[in-house]
């Protein structure tokens, strides 16, 4: 997993959103991603540093930013670029402004809600695995690590409900990772503690001519 060090590996390796297939975005959308990555930086160039006095640097709190191909990290905490919260804390830095952290709170522990809790096996090593849903919602859940993709799979299911949302693959954040084959076990597939992404597919039909 690999790191964004400075603004010249994020322009070459910068892509919001892969096509199907994993193929490369358009030109025009790659080039919509890479604007706003560059106009991230900029504008926080403009506003630039001011000097604080030893009493302000005492008070200073030090935020470890990460931005990747599909969400930034604040403090090792995922958070996804569709998300409104994301979106308002990017803005904030591009006006130089100190953005308001988003608790860690706001992920929503669903394991006993509802009769959705994932019957586990306390014989068995356990873990959490982080889900963002498609509409930007976070929820935490609770794996044993023989638990397959698709019981993950059910899961989002049987939370959304009568919601019901269109077909959807799953893939992992960091790094971004179709997860195709769902017999594999969390373990087989490395994702203990995983952060997993619900992406939805495309349902439109192509247009039909009128007989």
Not at 41 to 68: N, R, Y
Not at 71 to 85: K, M, P
């Amino acid at each position: 997993m690999k790191e964004v060090d400075n603004l010249e590996s994020i322009k070459e390796e910068w892509v919001c959103e892969t096509g199907s297939d994993n193929q490369p975005l358009s030109d025009d959308r790659q080039r919509n991603c890479e604007y706003f990555v560059d106009s991230l930086f900029e504008e926080a160039e403009k506003v630039g540093a001011k000097c604080m006095s030893p009493t302000e640097q005492k008070k200073q709190v030090d935020i470890s930013i990460k931005l990747w191909k599909n969400g930034f990290t604040v403090n090792d905490d995922f958070r996804s670029y569709s998300d409104g919260a994301s979106q308002q804390f990017l803005n904030s830095i591009k006006k130089g402004a100190t953005p308001k952290i988003v608790s860690k709170a706001r992920s929503i522990e669903v394991e006993n809600k509802n009769n959705l809790s994932v019957q586990l096996n306390n014989l068995e090593p356990i873990t959490n695995v982080q889900i963002w849903l498609a509409n930007g919602k976070r929820i935490v859940q609770k794996f044993n690590i023989s638990h397959r993709i698709s019981h993950i799979k059910d899961f989002i299911e049987k939370y959304q409900g009568s919601q019901r949302s269109p077909p959807f693959s799953l893939a992992t954040a960091l790094p971004f990772l179709k997860l195709l084959d769902e017999t594999l076990t969390l373990e087989e597939a490395d994702l203990q503690n995983a952060v997993i992404i619900q992406r939805l597919q495309k349902t439109a039909e192509p247009f039909r001519e009128l007989s």
